[in-house]
């Protein structure tokens, strides 16, 4: 009778810190889940950074183009619309 007394007060303590962690293997999936989107979201903010690199160039390559324009005094009148359309989104540089 008392085996079974300390048998039962041993095995009821291991029962209950399973039956607490899930016992299942929740804890490693979440965290594995938790892992997997922070991971893309580290991803979608270094893409956020390259991209935010590269409209500050796009900027600096358009103040560029305005003060080469600027300064060659350009005689816009006489350009057409497909000239100045080009020196606008970027397929011509002034030269």
Known sequence: ???RVLIGLCV?????SVAACGGAGDDKLAKNV???YD????A???AADN???QAKQVRKSGEQQADAIDDADVNA????DE????LANGSEKLR
């Open 1 to 3: 009778m008392m085996k």
């Open 12 to 16: 009821v303590p291991l029962a209950l």
């Open 34 to 36: 938790e892992n997997a």
């Open 39 to 42: 991971n893309r979201a580290d």
């Open 44 to 46: 979608m903010e270094q």
């Open 51 to 53: 991209l935010e690199d």
């Open 77 to 80: 009148q006489a350009m057409s």
């Open 83 to 86: 000239q100045k359309a080009a």
